[in-house]
Protein backbone atom coordinates (compact mmCIF):
# COMPACT_ATOMS: atom_id res chain seq x y z
CA UNK A 1 0.00 0.00 0.00
CA UNK A 2 1.27 3.02 -0.82
CA UNK A 3 0.99 6.02 2.02
CA UNK A 4 0.16 9.44 1.44
CA UNK A 5 -0.20 12.46 3.73
CA UNK A 6 -3.09 14.92 3.99
CA UNK A 7 -3.36 17.71 6.48
CA UNK A 8 -6.86 17.80 8.06
CA UNK A 9 -8.90 20.88 8.68
CA UNK A 10 -12.21 19.19 9.52
CA UNK A 11 -13.35 19.51 13.37
CA UNK A 12 -15.78 16.83 12.72
CA UNK A 13 -13.65 14.41 10.84
CA UNK A 14 -12.51 13.46 14.53
CA UNK A 15 -16.24 13.40 15.73
CA UNK A 16 -17.87 11.06 13.02
CA UNK A 17 -19.89 8.25 14.95
CA UNK A 18 -18.28 4.84 15.88
CA UNK A 19 -18.61 2.58 12.34
CA UNK A 20 -19.92 -0.69 12.74
CA UNK A 21 -18.89 -3.56 10.38
CA UNK A 22 -22.23 -3.99 8.59
CA UNK A 23 -21.85 -3.57 5.12
CA UNK A 24 -25.02 -1.27 3.49
CA UNK A 25 -23.96 -0.68 0.31
CA UNK A 26 -22.33 -3.19 -1.95
CA UNK A 27 -21.46 -2.96 -5.65
CA UNK A 28 -20.12 -6.18 -7.74
CA UNK A 29 -18.90 -5.92 -11.51
CA UNK A 30 -21.45 -2.68 -12.10
CA UNK A 31 -21.91 -1.14 -15.65
CA UNK A 32 -24.79 0.85 -16.18
CA UNK A 33 -25.55 2.61 -19.91
CA UNK A 34 -28.38 4.84 -20.64
CA UNK A 35 -28.79 3.46 -24.42
CA UNK A 36 -27.95 0.34 -24.29
CA UNK A 37 -24.81 0.76 -26.20
CA UNK A 38 -22.01 3.17 -24.26
CA UNK A 39 -21.69 2.26 -20.78
CA UNK A 40 -21.27 5.16 -18.51
CA UNK A 41 -20.34 2.88 -15.54
CA UNK A 42 -18.12 0.00 -16.02
CA UNK A 43 -16.95 -2.64 -13.76
CA UNK A 44 -17.29 -0.73 -10.37
CA UNK A 45 -16.90 -3.10 -7.71
CA UNK A 46 -16.93 -1.17 -4.21
CA UNK A 47 -18.17 -1.86 -0.20
CA UNK A 48 -19.50 0.85 2.58
CA UNK A 49 -20.32 -0.08 5.46
CA UNK A 50 -22.50 1.15 8.22
CA UNK A 51 -21.50 4.52 9.75
CA UNK A 52 -18.79 5.67 6.91
CA UNK A 53 -18.74 9.00 5.28
CA UNK A 54 -17.68 8.10 1.50
CA UNK A 55 -17.00 10.59 -1.28
CA UNK A 56 -17.30 9.16 -4.52
CA UNK A 57 -14.92 12.28 -6.69
CA UNK A 58 -14.23 12.34 -10.80
CA UNK A 59 -14.80 15.18 -12.86
CA UNK A 60 -18.05 16.32 -14.98
CA UNK A 61 -19.11 13.12 -16.93
CA UNK A 62 -17.31 10.63 -15.17
CA UNK A 63 -20.48 8.48 -13.92
CA UNK A 64 -20.96 9.59 -10.50
CA UNK A 65 -23.97 10.94 -10.42
CA UNK A 66 -25.11 7.60 -12.03
CA UNK A 67 -23.64 5.60 -9.22
CA UNK A 68 -26.46 7.67 -6.67
CA UNK A 69 -29.27 6.70 -8.93
CA UNK A 70 -27.92 2.59 -8.85
CA UNK A 71 -27.96 3.08 -5.33
CA UNK A 72 -31.49 4.53 -4.45
CA UNK A 73 -33.05 2.15 -7.42
CA UNK A 74 -33.76 4.80 -9.89
CA UNK A 75 -31.79 3.08 -12.41
CA UNK A 76 -30.89 -0.25 -12.74
CA UNK A 77 -27.49 -1.72 -13.64
CA UNK A 78 -26.95 -3.22 -16.89
CA UNK A 79 -24.19 -6.04 -15.93
CA UNK A 80 -23.51 -6.84 -12.23
CA UNK A 81 -25.01 -6.78 -8.67
CA UNK A 82 -25.91 -3.70 -6.24
CA UNK A 83 -27.51 -4.16 -2.48
CA UNK A 84 -28.64 -1.36 -0.38
CA UNK A 85 -29.18 -3.49 3.12
CA UNK A 86 -29.03 -6.27 1.13
CA UNK A 87 -31.68 -5.83 -1.24
CA UNK A 88 -31.68 -4.95 -4.89
CA UNK A 89 -32.62 -1.40 -5.26
CA UNK A 90 -35.66 -0.75 -7.12
CA UNK A 91 -38.19 2.34 -6.90
CA UNK A 92 -41.16 0.03 -8.19
CA UNK A 93 -40.41 -2.89 -5.99
CA UNK A 94 -43.10 -3.06 -2.66
CA UNK A 95 -39.74 -5.14 -0.53
CA UNK A 96 -37.44 -2.35 -1.99
CA UNK A 97 -39.86 0.82 -0.90
CA UNK A 98 -39.35 -0.40 2.84
CA UNK A 99 -35.80 0.84 2.53
CA UNK A 100 -36.02 3.47 0.08
CA UNK A 101 -38.08 5.34 3.05
CA UNK A 102 -34.47 5.01 4.34
CA UNK A 103 -32.62 6.48 1.91
CA UNK A 104 -32.43 10.59 1.89
CA UNK A 105 -31.21 11.76 -1.40
CA UNK A 106 -30.61 15.35 -2.63
CA UNK A 107 -29.80 15.64 -5.71
CA UNK A 108 -27.49 17.98 -7.84
CA UNK A 109 -30.74 20.27 -8.55
CA UNK A 110 -31.98 20.25 -4.82
CA UNK A 111 -35.48 19.66 -6.20
CA UNK A 112 -36.90 22.01 -4.12
CA UNK A 113 -40.26 23.63 -5.25
CA UNK A 114 -39.66 27.04 -5.34
CA UNK A 115 -43.23 28.12 -5.20
CA UNK A 116 -43.51 26.45 -1.28
CA UNK A 117 -42.59 27.62 1.84
CA UNK A 118 -39.36 26.30 3.42
CA UNK A 119 -41.45 24.32 5.96
CA UNK A 120 -43.59 23.15 3.15
CA UNK A 121 -40.58 21.77 1.24
CA UNK A 122 -38.64 19.89 4.00
CA UNK A 123 -42.26 18.20 4.87
CA UNK A 124 -41.88 16.66 2.07
CA UNK A 125 -39.41 14.02 3.89
CA UNK A 126 -42.29 12.92 6.10
CA UNK A 127 -44.42 11.71 3.25
CA UNK A 128 -43.54 8.06 3.23
CA UNK A 129 -45.12 8.06 6.49
CA UNK A 130 -48.09 10.12 6.34
CA UNK A 131 -49.91 8.61 3.25
CA UNK A 132 -51.26 9.98 0.11
CA UNK A 133 -54.49 11.28 1.28
CA UNK A 134 -52.84 13.40 4.44
CA UNK A 135 -50.12 14.79 2.12
CA UNK A 136 -52.30 15.74 -0.59
CA UNK A 137 -54.78 18.03 1.57
CA UNK A 138 -51.30 19.20 4.00
CA UNK A 139 -52.69 17.48 6.77
CA UNK A 140 -49.41 16.81 8.11
CA UNK A 141 -49.25 15.55 12.23
CA UNK A 142 -48.43 18.05 14.35
CA UNK A 143 -45.51 15.44 15.47
CA UNK A 144 -44.13 15.96 12.05
CA UNK A 145 -44.72 19.63 11.78
CA UNK A 146 -42.46 19.84 15.31
CA UNK A 147 -39.65 17.42 13.85
CA UNK A 148 -39.20 19.67 11.00
CA UNK A 149 -39.31 22.68 12.66
CA UNK A 150 -36.29 21.23 14.97
CA UNK A 151 -34.22 20.27 11.89
CA UNK A 152 -34.62 23.52 10.31
CA UNK A 153 -33.26 24.96 13.66
CA UNK A 154 -30.46 22.51 13.52
CA UNK A 155 -29.31 24.10 9.64
CA UNK A 156 -29.91 27.43 11.05
CA UNK A 157 -32.98 28.15 9.43
CA UNK A 158 -35.90 28.43 12.41
CA UNK A 159 -35.86 31.93 11.33
CA UNK A 160 -36.90 31.30 7.70
CA UNK A 161 -39.98 28.63 8.08
CA UNK A 162 -42.49 30.64 6.08
CA UNK A 163 -40.00 32.09 3.74
CA UNK A 164 -40.87 30.59 -0.24
CA UNK A 165 -37.57 28.97 -1.63
CA UNK A 166 -37.04 31.20 -4.50
CA UNK A 167 -36.25 34.41 -1.81
CA UNK A 168 -33.47 31.88 -0.68
CA UNK A 169 -29.71 31.77 -1.14
CA UNK A 170 -27.56 28.98 -2.78
CA UNK A 171 -26.34 28.23 0.77
CA UNK A 172 -29.59 28.45 2.03
CA UNK A 173 -31.60 26.12 -0.32
CA UNK A 174 -28.66 23.42 0.58
CA UNK A 175 -29.68 23.54 3.99
CA UNK A 176 -33.27 23.11 3.29
CA UNK A 177 -32.42 20.49 1.39
CA UNK A 178 -30.02 18.86 3.95
CA UNK A 179 -33.11 19.38 6.20
CA UNK A 180 -35.97 17.94 3.70
CA UNK A 181 -33.55 14.46 3.85
CA UNK A 182 -33.15 14.12 7.60
CA UNK A 183 -37.05 14.91 7.87
CA UNK A 184 -37.25 11.62 6.32
CA UNK A 185 -35.33 9.56 8.81
CA UNK A 186 -32.68 8.29 6.81
CA UNK A 187 -30.25 5.54 7.45
CA UNK A 188 -28.18 6.63 3.91
CA UNK A 189 -27.96 9.53 2.73
CA UNK A 190 -27.02 10.43 -1.05
CA UNK A 191 -25.73 13.80 -1.84
CA UNK A 192 -25.06 14.99 -5.41
CA UNK A 193 -22.66 17.81 -5.49
CA UNK A 194 -24.60 19.73 -3.26
CA UNK A 195 -21.67 22.36 -2.57
CA UNK A 196 -20.27 22.75 -6.45
CA UNK A 197 -21.62 26.06 -7.21
CA UNK A 198 -20.98 27.44 -3.71
CA UNK A 199 -18.02 29.70 -2.67
CA UNK A 200 -15.32 28.43 -0.61
CA UNK A 201 -16.59 29.31 2.75
CA UNK A 202 -20.28 28.39 2.49
CA UNK A 203 -19.36 25.13 0.77
CA UNK A 204 -17.45 24.23 3.98
CA UNK A 205 -20.25 25.42 6.34
CA UNK A 206 -22.49 23.02 4.71
CA UNK A 207 -20.06 20.28 4.56
CA UNK A 208 -19.38 20.67 8.40
CA UNK A 209 -23.16 20.39 8.81
CA UNK A 210 -23.36 16.92 7.03
CA UNK A 211 -21.05 16.03 8.83
CA UNK A 212 -22.62 17.00 12.26
CA UNK A 213 -25.39 15.45 10.99
CA UNK A 214 -24.18 12.26 10.63
CA UNK A 215 -22.69 12.26 14.10
CA UNK A 216 -26.03 13.28 15.19
CA UNK A 217 -28.45 10.62 13.21
CA UNK A 218 -25.67 8.47 12.91
CA UNK A 219 -26.12 8.03 9.24
CA UNK A 220 -24.21 6.58 6.36
CA UNK A 221 -23.05 8.80 3.45
CA UNK A 222 -22.67 8.71 0.09
CA UNK A 223 -21.48 12.14 -1.39
CA UNK A 224 -20.21 13.03 -4.75
CA UNK A 225 -18.13 15.67 -5.46
CA UNK A 226 -15.54 17.32 -8.15
CA UNK A 227 -13.39 18.97 -5.48
CA UNK A 228 -10.45 16.06 -3.98
CA UNK A 229 -9.49 18.34 -1.37
CA UNK A 230 -12.78 18.62 -0.13
CA UNK A 231 -13.26 14.98 -0.12
CA UNK A 232 -9.78 13.91 1.48
CA UNK A 233 -10.98 16.39 4.44
CA UNK A 234 -14.44 15.03 4.76
CA UNK A 235 -14.66 11.55 4.11
CA UNK A 236 -13.58 8.23 5.48
CA UNK A 237 -12.93 7.00 2.03
CA UNK A 238 -12.65 8.10 -1.17
CA UNK A 239 -13.62 6.58 -4.46
CA UNK A 240 -12.26 8.42 -7.71
CA UNK A 241 -14.01 7.61 -10.86
CA UNK A 242 -12.30 8.23 -14.04
CA UNK A 243 -14.26 7.33 -17.43
CA UNK A 244 -16.43 5.43 -16.20
CA UNK A 245 -14.09 3.23 -13.87
CA UNK A 246 -12.76 3.54 -9.96
CA UNK A 247 -9.15 3.83 -10.88
CA UNK A 248 -8.74 4.56 -6.70
CA UNK A 249 -10.23 4.12 -3.68
CA UNK A 250 -8.29 5.74 -0.70
CA UNK A 251 -9.27 5.64 3.23
CA UNK A 252 -8.31 8.17 5.71
CA UNK A 253 -6.29 7.05 8.62
CA UNK A 254 -5.43 9.50 10.88
CA UNK A 255 -3.31 12.13 9.03
CA UNK A 256 -2.43 9.90 6.53
CA UNK A 257 -4.20 8.55 3.10
CA UNK A 258 -4.08 5.13 2.68
CA UNK A 259 -4.48 3.62 -1.19
CA UNK A 260 -5.98 0.93 -1.08
CA UNK A 261 -6.23 0.06 -4.93
CA UNK A 262 -3.61 0.63 -6.83
CA UNK A 263 -0.41 1.98 -5.16
CA UNK A 264 1.08 3.73 -8.12
CA UNK A 265 -0.54 7.01 -7.66
CA UNK A 266 1.29 9.69 -6.07
CA UNK A 267 -0.60 12.70 -3.62
CA UNK A 268 0.72 15.23 -6.50
CA UNK A 269 -0.33 13.11 -9.60
CA UNK A 270 -4.20 12.69 -7.58
CA UNK A 271 -4.18 16.52 -6.43
CA UNK A 272 -3.12 17.26 -10.38
CA UNK A 273 -5.84 15.53 -11.61
CA UNK A 274 -9.20 16.70 -9.57
CA UNK A 275 -7.91 19.48 -7.90
CA UNK A 276 -10.34 22.88 -8.87
Not at 48 to 68: C, E, F
Not at 151 to 169: N, Q
Not at 249 to 266: P, Y
Amino acid sequence: MTLLTVSSTNPSLANISKISTKTLVQMNDVWASYDSKNYVLRAITLSIDNGVNYAIVGQSGSGKSTLLKLMNGMMKPSKGQVKINYQTPDMHDKKFKRVMSKIGYIPQSLGLIKNLTVIDNVLIGALPRIGKFKSFFKMFPENEIKEAEKILKLVGLEDKLERKAYMLSGGEKRRVAIARALVQKPELLLADEIVSELDHVTAREIMNLVADAQRTFNLTSVMVHHNMQLALEYANRVAVIKEGQKILEIGVEGDRIVDFQTGNMTQKEIMELYKE
